[in-house]
């Protein structure tokens, strides 16, 4: 559970990085999504207020790793906070190691699209991949005429050849879905894994254990904790030596903050509302996997954890 470097034999091609999807709403992005990662659970330990650099899932292939992180949604900036929500897309954007802009079939290139794409011109250097989804709802003709207009679109608003690539796919019924991923890898830079195979998105155990304990330790300090709390499980071991009618499970956690006055606010005096926080993640964890569990909570600082998903890799996410 623990381990941060997957033990598989690494082939010298290997490529790992990041990707999001983006798009309007309704675009047909979380469907993609689901249909590239497969029945994997999304990890929502490391979910934060924001979805920024949640990451939705991980497709795990023999060549290559590619890792999808959310974002909150680009917007069109009506207020302030839209503004700052949307400075924290154009930093996610500007993170990832490629972008999938997906753009359905069966509807006309809208404003809402145009904003989106002349936001995603702005990130230098950066492969885009215009996705045209949802290709099941539309004829052959259709499917053509939208691609062209999909391919104008990124000439004039990235200029040069446009988009890095067009790809039509339906999630629907898997049409193009394993292009979708060769062309996203392909964007990856050379890389071992930076998760163990299968780990945490495997385990929807672990990954409810992890929320469990995040729930608990930003009870009544979500405004001083807004967006800096990660929660890695490191074990959950049988204890030996116990009888089988009498069973505990050794929990091991660590919370990463960001900084250390985070880490006095979680401890809290004298640790007294760190177990606080214990006893409320435990009788949740107790009920969830049907057995006494001795939960060891562990408080660390990782510094700036959030604004580098690179680092999310390392803590184990
Ligand atoms: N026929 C068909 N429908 C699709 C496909 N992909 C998505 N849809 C449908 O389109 C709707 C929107 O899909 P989502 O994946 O939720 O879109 P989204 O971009 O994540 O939407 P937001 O969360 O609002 O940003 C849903 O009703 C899906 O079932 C597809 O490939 N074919």
């Given at each position: 559970?623990?381990?941060?470097?997957?033990?598989?034999?690494?082939?010298?091609?290997?490529?790992?990085?990041?990707?999001?999807?983006?798009g309007r709403?309704?675009a047909?992005?979380?469907?993609?999504?689901?249909?590239?990662?497969?029945?994997?659970?999304?990890?929502?330990?490391?979910?934060?207020?924001?979805?920024?650099?949640?990451?939705?899932?991980?497709?795990?292939?023999?060549?290559?790793?590619?890792?999808?992180?959310?974002?909150?949604?680009?917007?069109?900036?009506?207020?302030?906070?839209?503004?700052?929500?949307?400075?924290?897309?154009?930093?996610?954007?500007?993170?990832?190691?490629?972008?999938?802009?997906?753009i359905?079939?069966?509807?006309?290139i809208g404003p809402g699209d145009r904003y989106i794409a002349?936001?995603?011109?702005?990130?230098?250097?950066?492969?885009?991949?215009?996705?045209?989804?949802?290709?099941?709802?539309?004829?052959?003709?259709?499917?053509?005429?939208?691609?062209?207009?999909?391919?104008?679109l990124?000439?004039?608003?990235?200029?040069?050849?446009?988009?890095?690539?067009?790809?039509?796919?339906?999630?629907?019924?898997?049409?193009?879905?394993?292009?979708?991923?060769?062309?996203?890898?392909?964007?990856?830079?050379?890389?071992?894994?930076?998760?163990?195979?299968?780990?945490?998105?495997?385990?929807?155990?672990?990954?409810?254990?992890?929320?469990?304990?995040?729930?608990?330790?930003?009870?009544?300090?979500?405004?001083?904790?807004?967006?800096?709390?990660?929660?890695?499980?490191?074990?959950?071991?049988?204890?030996?030596?116990?009888?089988?009618?009498?069973?505990?499970?050794?929990?091991?956690?660590?919370?990463?903050?960001?900084?250390?006055?985070?880490?006095?606010?979680?401890?809290?005096?004298?640790?007294?509302?760190?177990?606080?926080?214990?006893?409320?993640?435990?009788?949740?964890?107790?009920?969830?996997?049907?057995?006494?569990?001795?939960?060891?909570?562990?408080?660390?600082?990782?510094?700036?954890?959030?604004?580098?998903?690179?680092?999310?890799?390392?803590?184990?996410?």
């Open positions: 559970m623990a381990e941060t470097s997957a033990g598989h034999g690494t082939a010298p091609d290997y490529r790992a990085g990041f990707a999001v999807l983006v709403p309704n047909g992005k979380s469907t993609l999504t689901n249909a590239l990662v497969g029945q994997k659970v999304a990890i929502t330990s490391a979910k934060p207020q924001t979805t920024r650099h949640t990451i939705r899932g991980i497709v795990h292939r023999s060549d290559g790793q590619l890792i999808l992180v959310d974002t909150p949604g680009l917007h069109r900036p009506r207020t302030l906070l839209g503004q700052r929500l949307n400075d924290l897309v154009a930093e996610t954007l500007s993170e990832v190691d490629a972008i999938g802009f997906c359905p079939a069966n509807e006309r002349n936001q995603l011109a702005g990130v230098p250097r950066k492969p885009i991949v215009a996705l045209v989804t949802k290709a099941d709802l539309v004829d052959r003709a259709a499917l053509a005429e939208q691609l062209l207009a999909v391919e104008a990124g000439r004039e608003v990235v200029g040069g050849e446009g988009w890095s690539d067009l790809v039509p796919v339906s999630a629907q019924d898997g049409y193009q879905v394993k292009t979708v991923e060769d062309v996203l890898i392909g964007h990856m830079p050379s890389s071992p894994p930076l998760y163990p195979d299968g780990e945490l998105t495997d385990e929807p155990e672990a990954v409810m254990v992890a929320e469990l304990i995040r729930e608990a330790a930003l009870e009544g300090v979500r405004d001083e904790l807004p967006h800096s709390l990660a929660v890695v499980v490191e074990e959950i071991v049988p204890r030996e030596g116990r009888s089988e009618d009498n069973p505990l499970l050794d929990v091991r956690v660590n919370l990463f903050v960001e900084r250390p006055s985070q880490k006095a606010i979680i401890i809290g005096r004298g640790g007294s509302r760190l177990r606080e926080v214990g006893t409320a993640a435990r009788r949740g964890i107790e009920a969830l996997l049907g057995t006494r569990i001795y939960l060891d909570l562990h408080v660390k600082v990782a510094k700036d954890w959030q604004r580098d998903p690179k680092q999310l890799g390392r803590l184990g996410f």
